[in-house]
Every structure is written in structure tokens, then in C-alpha cells.
């Protein structure tokens, strides 16, 4: 909270005093002067918009964008900006007699009023303040003549209000009848605890990031000096004034003077030169002062600029502009291509050296960058912020994709056919692909490669690494998704459908679609309905062997006859993701043993076109699964209204199906929420495959086995076991692997998957089987002489395709098992979906007299063990009567 702010007065033209006044608080400025050449630009404003003043709303935000700090605007333009402008860049100006009639929707829109009023009583400008509670209060005395007292400007300061005071009663001079001085009125309020009266001062780098030079002391003849001066002026306790640099040439330029919080120390913000500011000629008096980080950078770079050794690499960079060009955009794309946590610092750095470099060059310090950011954050008014056109050109729809899901909330899965999309922001596994790998995959005249590794030859810490997945970063996104799931649960259907018409661009009067469905939302081409039958018959056949025939019933003991029977989950949300997506396959794989488990509620969300309507497809599996509604909604919004239901969508009690990391997060989220009582079917993660191959495999089955999961997305995980293969063969599987990618319309996807996934040498087929089962993967294909035997070896994977002629991609459509699978390593915990996911099993007892005579003593003698008199009464009672 600043101690007064001056108001710029019209006739005012002494650069000196505004300069002054610039460097210990903002100034307010006029409308009409707010492009006055003689307003310092670098000086903090708040633009006075009166009420007389013809400027319109896009005007007043064309004020921010140039550069305003906040605008200062009455009630009839604040109720027009609130919600439009950040409510930190609005003040409210309101004359004395209109305060209480302020609306809730302004008052919420702003950070700050600022009233005038004909005198300034401290009292009743206080009840202000606790009318306005929490936000800060200004007030300009419009009938005032004279200068404030500095006792007033302490007393408005005690109430939580801030004295506005036109330049006109300012001055750099003595404080008279006509003018307080400047710096009598900014230190109106500071004290000192000490006896020489002397006020403690930390002084900082502006250029450094605030770091800390040194503590001084100052008195009122000091700082009334550095504000008039813009010079650093101490005070010494031996020597009196203390004009920094004055011998030693270390001076110091002010840039901005503060007070802290309990007015009784000072912060200089300054500009260093010379050899520091410690008297041992170093930067800080705290240590030797090293730069670090890109301070530190920044100075060396400028040091190079001077005097750069002959023949040094930043020299070059220096005097080769195209070298430095080409850099900057090289590191640039390493940058774009990283995947991990470290590889992204490491091209950072690098990118981060190249562009201070070109910024040294042109004499463009880290302060004049900071600046410049400082002044676009300022911007209220956006630009789309498309790329433009020679850059989106070589964004990849893998790299987009991966972008897209790691940065926006999406509503559909943009890689189809997607079975287990990313779950969360990730890296990838097994380990870091050196980016120059990765770059290089991205020319499009370089060959399209996996990496090697030899488990004969690499160490145990090596070995898993190979076995490493993407790191889940699960808090991260519950926390993203949170509000979404919030917003949905506290308002229901209105929620839905605004987030709707946002995220799916597509206005609905309903968000559910109840049967019969109308026949012109099913319309299909003959050959695709044909097909989408034969799957449905397939996969039901297989699911429907999966229900227990009729109830397990075991005799324990005579007379004791326990039973377990299943009995349907009642109501189940079934997620479909959507939009550029057609995705009738995961319909199908989550329908039918719904179906076919007997469950009474099958409610199918999937996210709309922006029409409003459903694939054709999916609407005709719906159909064939007997769903009882669409949920037309994509994302965490429609996972939250599975999980809390609405007036219009019906509560489920299990959620299943594939999605995003926003889908994904979301039913983390409701799984663990009490209140949403619902249940999911596994995590999911990016899509994987490994396939083990031995002499006897074809190179062209088993590469396009590798690319049917590279196609997926960037972070597809593709690994080849080969058993006891020679060089030449692996080299025979990578040619068609580069090959047949090429002729593939999803080739830029693998350009940056396959060259992250490998290739594992095994000695034989059981260190083959080995390693798939450590590494668990959603999908395993067997390539070998014997397939068929080698399943009975298999003790982790999701999936399992035995031999030549047994592509995954018959598993994702139509022969029968499901394709939503764990991922991640899950295999070793978790099934696929099937029939028993959609059912829980109860478990019943039937005990005769003559069985309880037997059993009874057995549970009496263990519940008094435990010490449950109770547990055991209720069985000696029983025992009693049938003494």
C-alpha cells in the first residue's frame, strides 16, 4: 500500500519532479495525458478516467494494453469492464455522496476505489474503508488548496486509506504553505527504534533479480537526496552523507524506493556500476557475490562481446549472424522434442544461451527483456496466438496431439483408434531418447529407427530401466480436473452443458439422448453395418462363455452349506471417447459385457459434434448394447456427471472405458470421493506392445505388428524381444519397420515414437519371456516356431496374440476379447475388461442345527480369542436351545 500517489496535474511540466515521484510509488494520470510525452514511461500509472469523459470501454482496455498499470474509471464503465478486465487493473471512482449505492457485481470487479471528497476528515473517510473491507481505499480532496499535513497523511494511512495529492502541492523543494516536499511526504510514516534516529536499509539488484547487496542505513536528508537525485545516498553513523560511488566510482542508479510493511526499514532497488557494491570491491557484501544462473550468463556473454578469445565458439556466434540464427532455431526444436523433466532443462539451457547471446549481441540486456515481459503481461486484449504459417506447417498431428494433451483440456481422442489413451503428462520409457536421436527421426530423409540393447550384455540398473513406463503425475492432474468435476457436481446439467458448448464447441438443449434411438441417427454404409455386426457377434459369443453358469455351492462341513452367486452391477457409465474420433470399437468392447452381465443401466457418454450429434456409428452400438441413455459430453465433465449424476443424467456405480489424462484424472478423482460412491475399471495409460520374435518370424509381420502401436501417439510404448536373432535379421525387421512407416498416413506420429522405443537381444526364449513378464505389457504378440506353447509361459500381459497370423488389430475390433487392457505394468495386478467387470459376486451361508452343534464351539472359541462376547453369544444361545 503506497503512502500518498500523486495526481498529475495538467499544467504541470517539471520532468524533474515526476521522475522524483516515479521512483517511489505509481502516478495518476490524467486520460488526457495518458500519451503526454513529459509522463515518465518507465513510471508506474494509473489512468484517471473522469466521469466527464467520452472514452468508450475498448478505449479504456486499449489504455491497458498500451501500457497502464490499472485504470481509475466510474460506477456506468466499471459495471461494463468487470469481468472483462482483471479485477487487479480496476479501481472505482466515486464521488463521496455515492459510495453506498455501489452494486455487488462492481464492487466484485474491482481491487480498489478511489473517491473524492470535497475535505479529507480522517474518521469519516475511515467508514469508508470498512465498507470497501479488503480492498484499498484512495481519496483526492477535491476543495483542498493546501498541502496535506504529514500527521493527515499518517492518520489516512492508519485507517487503511492512501491520500491522493495533486503535483501541483508537490515539491522537490522546502515544505511551505504551498508544497509538501516529496519526501517529507513519503516518509510521513516511517519510525525508527533507534536512538540516532537512522533507518535501516536493504539495497538490492534490479538487474539480478532482487539479490541482495548490502544493508546501509539512510536518514530524511539521505533518502530526500536519492529521490531528487536518482543517485544511492546513505547515511553513515561516522561520516554523515554517504554518496555511493562518489570516489570509487561505484555509483547507483535509483529505480524504485520502498518503505516495508511496518514503516521502519527501506528498500533501494538499484542499478549497480563499477566493481560492485561492497567495499571489497565485490558485488555483494553477503559472500563474494558470484553470479549464478543466467545473471551470471549474461555478464560473460557481454564480457565475450568485448574481448572473446580468437577462435572461441562464442565468438563465432558473435560474427557468424547465420550460425546464431540457425542455433536458435535448432534448439528451438530440441526444446519442442523433449520428453522428460531433465532433457527439457537441458534443451532450455541451451536454447535459453543461444537467444541471450543474439540479445547481447544487438546491446539487449536481461532488464530490457524483463521489461518487455512486464509490459505484455500488462495486455488485457489477446492475439489469437496461432503460429504462423511456416511454423504450424512442420507441427507433426503427433506433436500436436501430445501437445494438445498435456496442455488443453480435450474432449475426444485425437489418435484413433484409441483403446488406452495418455493417462497423464508423461516421459518416455525405457529411459530418455537422446534428442539428437529424436531429432534426427525428424528429417524426413532419416531412417526410422528403434534402439538396441543386449540383456547378455547390460547391467541389472540397465535392465529395468528398459522396464520403465511414464511417470504419472497424478496430483497434478486431479488438481486440473477438480474444478471441472466441482463445477459439474454443484451444478449439474447447466455445468454440462456450458462446458460443452466451451470445450465441444456444440449447443445442446439436453445433454442426454434417451431410446428408441431415431433411425436417422444410425444411418450406416451397408459394408460398415455388416461389420460392426460380425464384431458384436464375436465379442458377445466371447463374453457371454465368460457368465458363471448358475450359482458356486460348496458343503464345508455337514450341515454347512456355503454359496457364492453373481449378481450384475445396476448401473455402469461406459466412456467412448469422440469428436474427430469414431470410435464404434470401444462402444462395442464396453457394451457387450455390459450387456451381456445383465446390468439395468448402461448410460454411454462420448463427447458430441459440434452439431450437437453422435457418430452414426456409435449411435447404432448403443443401440445393439440396449444402452439406456447418451451422455453427450466429453472429458472430466462427463466423468463428473456419471460419478455425482444430474437432474437429466443418471448416477452409475461403476465407470469404465478409455479417455485422455483428463478423463483419466477425473475418475482417479470420483474413485476416492466418498460422496460419488462409484467404482472404475482400471488406470490407463499410452498404448503398448511387445513383441517376441525368433528365426522362424516374418520382418514385415512383425514390423507392422510394432507400427499397428506406434501409430497411437508419441508416447506409444513399442518394444521387439528378439530371441537369438542375428544381425542381419534385426536389421531386416528395423528396413521394413522404416519401410512400410513411410507409405502409412500416421508417419509423423512414428518419426517420434518408434525412435524411443527398442529393441531387447534375448539368448532364448525363456530370458525372452522373462523380460515380457517383468515388463507386463498391455499387449504381447508371439512371433515364435512354437507359439501355442510358449502361452503357458505367459504369467503377466493384458492380451495375448498367439503366432503369424494373430495381428493385435483383431483384438481391437472383431474377434472376440475386449481391448480395453491395462497398461503402465498393470497386467501384473489387473485383467482386461470382461463380463465379471460388469458383476460382483455375494457369498451366502446356510447353517443347519445339527451343522451349528458341529461349527458353533470352532466360533465361540475364536470369538472369545478376540474378545467379542457378543460374536460368541450369539452362537452359545443358539446352542442352549438346542441342548
Known amino acids: 500500500m503506497s503512502i500518498f500517489l500523486p495526481l498529475l496535474d495538467a499544467d504541470l511540466r517539471d520532468d524533474a519532479l515526476l521522475t522524483a515521484l516515479s521512483r517511489i510509488g505509481p502516478l495518476i494520470v490524467p486520460s488526457n495525458l495518458s500519451d503526454a510525452a513529459f509522463v515518465p514511461q518507465n513510471a508506474t500509472r494509473y489512468i484517471l478516467v473522469d466521469t466527464d469523459s467520452s472514452l468508450s470501454p475498448d478505449e479504456i482496455i486499449s489504455l491497458l494494453d498500451r501500457g497502464a498499470d490499472k485504470v ?28 453506498s449505492a455501489v452494486s455487488d457485481t462492481v464492487r466484485n470487479g474491482v481491487s480498489g476505489v478511489l473517491i473524492k471528497s470535497p475535505s479529507v476528515d480522517v474518521d469519516f473517510i475511515g467508514s469508508f ?23 493527515t497523511i499518517r492518520g ?119 566493481t560492485g557494491f561492497c567495499h571489497l570491491e565485490r558485488q555483494s557484501c553477503f559472500g563474494t557475490g558470484e553470479l549464478t544462473g543466467l545473471a551470471a550468463l549474461e555478464h560473460t556473454l557481454q564480457s565475450r562481446l568485448e574481448a572473446a578469445p580468437e577462435g572461441s565458439y562464442t565468438r ?24 522428460t523433466k531433465e532433457e527439457v532443462a537441458f534443451e532450455a539451457a541451451d536454447l535459453l544461451y543461444f537467444a541471450l547471446t543474439r540479445c547481447v549481441a544487438e546491446g539487449v540486456t536481461l532488464a530490457d527483456v524483463g521489461r518487455t515481459l512486464d509490459n505484455k503481461a500488462k495486455k488485457v486484449t489477446r492475439r489469437p496466438g496461432n503460429a504462423k504459417p511456416q511454423w504450424s506447417q512442420k507441427l507433426t498431428p503427433g506433436e500436436a496431439a501430445a501437445h494438445n494433451a498435456s496442455t488443453t483440456r480435450s474432449a475426444e481422442a485425437s489418435d484413433p483408434p484409441a483403446r488406452t489413451p495418455p493417462a497423464q503428462a508423461t516421459v518416455p520409457a525405457p529411459g530418455p531418447a537422446p534428442a539428437a536421436v529424436i531429432a534426427a527421426n525428424a528429417d524426413p530423409e532419416a531412417p526410422i529407427r528403434m534402439r538396441t540393447y543386449d540383456l547378455s550384455a547390460i547391467a541389472p540398473a540397465e535392465r529395468a530401466q528398459l522396464l520403465r513406463r511414464p511417470v504419472l503425475k497424478s496430483d497434478e492432474m486431479i488438481a486440473k480436473v477438480r474444478p471441472i468435476v466441482e463445477h459439474v457436481r454443484a451444478h449439474g446439467d447447466a455445468a454440462l452443458l456450458e462446458l460443452t458448448a466451451k470445450f465441444d464447441k456444440a ?44 450359482p458356486l455351492t460348496v458343503e464345508t462341513m455337514p450341515g454347512v452349506v456355503c454359496s457364492r452367486f453373481a449378481r450384475p452391477i445396476a448401473r455402469v457409465g461406459l466412456y467412448v471417447p469422440g469428436g474427430t474420433a469414431i470410435l464404434p470399437s470401444t462402444a462395442l468392447m464396453l457394451g457387450i459385457p455390459a450387456q451381456v452381465a445383465g446390468c439395468k443401466e448402461i448410460v454411454l457418454a462420448t463427447p458430441p459434434r459440434p452439431d450437437g450429434s453422435v457418430s452414426p456409428e456409435v449411435m447404432y452400438v448403443a443401440q445393439l448394447v440396449g444402452a439406456s441413455a447418451i451422455l453427450r459430453a466429453g ?141 507386463a505389457p498391455e499387449h504381447l504378440i508371439l512371433h515364435l516356431e512354437n507359439a501355442p506353447a510358449a502361452v503357458a509361459l505367459v504369467d503377466n500381459a493384458g492380451s495375448v496374440f498367439v503366432g503369424p497370423y494373430s495381428p493385435e488389430s483383431c483384438g481391437d475390433y472383431a474377434s472376440g476379447t475386449n481391448h480395453t487392457l491395462p497398461t503402465n505394468g498393470y497386467a501384473r495386478q489387473f485383467s482386461g475388461v470382461n463380463t465379471l467387470s460388469f458383476q460382483k459376486h455375494i457369498t451366502s451361508q446356510e447353517v443347519t442345527a445339527d451343522g451349528l452343534k458341529s461349527l458353533g464351539p470352532v466360533v465361540a472359541t475364536l470369538a472369545d480369542c478376540e474378545g467379542l462376547d457378543a460374536h460368541a453369544n450369539a452362537v452359545r444361545i443358539r446352542l442352549r436351545a438346542l441342548a
Not at 548490502?214 to 530526500?224: A, D, F, R, T
Not at 431415431?518 to 458377445?540: K, Q, S
Open 316 to 339: 563465432r556466434l558473435f560474427e557468424d549472424p547465420a550460425l546464431l540464427r540457425s542455433k536458435i532455431m535448432e534448439e528451438a526444436d530440441e526444446l519442442c522434442r523433449a520428453q
Open 156 to 274: 489516512l494511512h492508519g485507517a487503511k486509506t492512501t491520500l491522493v495529492i495533486p503535483t501541483s502541492l508537490l515539491t522537490l523543494a522546502t515544505t511551505d504553505a504551498k508544497h509538501i516536499n516529496v519526501a517529507d511526504a513519503f516518509l510521513a510514516r516511517i519510525t525508527s527504534d533507534r536512538k540516532d534516529g537512522l533507518f535501516p536499509t536493504v539495497v538490492s539488484s534490479y538487474l539480478d533479480g532482487g539479490r541482495t547487496l548490502g544493508l546501509v542505513y539512510s536518514s530524511y536528508e539521505s533518502v530526500k537526496e536519492s529521490i531528487v537525485s536518482g543517485k544511492g545516498v546513505y547515511q553513515s553513523r561516522k561520516h554523515g552523507l554517504w554518496r555511493k560511488g562518489e570516489t570509487s566510482g561505484a555509483t547507483q542508479d535509483i529505480v524504485s524506493i520502498r518503505l516495508d510493511c511496518d514503516a521502519d526499514a527501506l528498500e533501494f532497488s538499484v542499478v549497480q556500476h563499477g
Open 507 to 550: 449447443q445442446l438443449a439436453s445433454p442426454v439422448i434417451r431410446p428408441p434411438f431415431a433411425p436417422e441417427t444410425m444411418e450406416l454404409p451397408d459394408d460398415v453395418r455388416r461389420a460392426i455386426d460380425v464384431a458384436y457377434a464375436n465379442i458377445y459369443k466371447f463374453h457371454k462363455a465368460q457368465s458363471a453358469e448358475g
Open 72 to 99: 481509475i474509471v466510474p460506477p456506468g464503465l466499471a459495471k461494463g469492464l468487470a469481468g472483462t478486465v482483471p479485477a487487479e487493473r480496476l479501481l472505482l471512482l466515486l464521488d463521496v455522496a455515492n459510495v
Open 635 to 775: 472429458g472430466a465433465q462427463a466423468v463428473a456427471a456419471l460419478a455425482y449424476g444430474t437432474a437429466t443424467v443418471p448416477k452409475v456405480d461403476k465407470i469404465f472405458g478409455p479417455g485422455n489424462q483428463w478423463v483419466t484424472a477425473a475418475k482417479m478423482l470420483v474413485q476416492n470421493d466418498t460422496d460419488a460412491l462409484v467404482a472404475i475399471d482400471m488406470p490407463a495409460g499410452p498404448s503398448e506392445v511387445l513383441v517376441i520374435a525368433d528365426r522362424t518370424a516374418d520382418a514385415a509381420f512383425v514390423a507392422a505388428d510394432l507400427l499397428s502401436q506406434a501409430e497411437h501417439g508419441v508416447d506409444s510404448q513399442v518394444v521387439l524381444v528378439a530371441v537369438d536373432l542375428p544381425p542381419e535379421r534385426v536389421a531386416a525387421i528395423e528396413a521394413e519397420v522404416d519401410r512400410q512407416a513411410r507409405a502409412l498416413t500416421r508417419v509423423d506420429i512414428m518419426r517420434q515414437s518408434i525412435p524411443k522405443s527398442i529393441i531387447v537381444r534375448a539368448g532364448s526364449l525363456e530370458e525372452a519371456i522373462a523380460f515380457s513378464n517383468d515388463y
Open 129 to 151: 474503508s470498512r465498507f470497501f473491507a479488503g480492498s484499498p481505499v484512495h481519496v483526492l480532496p477535491t476543495a483542498s488548496t493546501e498541502p496535506p499535513s504529514r500527521s
